[in-house]
């Protein structure tokens, strides 16, 4: 054991860097980073969803994945990034109603980087999250007034798939072709 009870945040940070850097996938250290979700210092909550989506879709499991969306109402932006990266990261396991709900959460989120990365991290879990609620989501972001939202919605309606290619989604695309203004 490097340190017994880590105590002080930068001692936390490193250890969950250290945890996500060699992809440690065991119940043991799973619920230590779970732990560290919830953890006074915004550092510390940072770096244990960084490392949860290091580990990748092995980490999806219903705990973290509950913990994860718990991230969404932090204050601090970057927090909130982190968990959306690491859902992400997760792909089409983590793919749940509920995470697809809190996704959907992100996208009016008041930090740019947030909205945009909750839109491309939809798209990462493919099929799996093409259902109506999402697609139509997806659609009203084709007429935002940010190209890079525009952009990253029809991305993400493409990644998703054949699942995504309704005829509702395929007009809307379309539309966006001949709108002077895409």
Known sequence: VLIAKPQQPEDKVFLS???GA?????PKAMDALLGLLS???SDVRRSAADALGKLGEAAATPKVLDGLIGLFSDKDQWVRLSAVFALDKMKETAATPAVLDALLGRLSDEDDFVRISAVFALG????AAATPKV?????GLLTHERNDVRWSAADALGQLGEAAATPKVLDALLGRLSDEES
Not at 135 to 139: H, S
Request: proline content about 0%.
């Open 22 to 26: 060699i992809r440690v996938v065991t």
């Open 39 to 41: 953890d006074e210092d």
């Open 135 to 139: 697609l139509d989501a997806l659609l």
């Open 124 to 127: 990462k879990m493919k099929k």
């Open 17 to 19: 860097a250290w945890i």
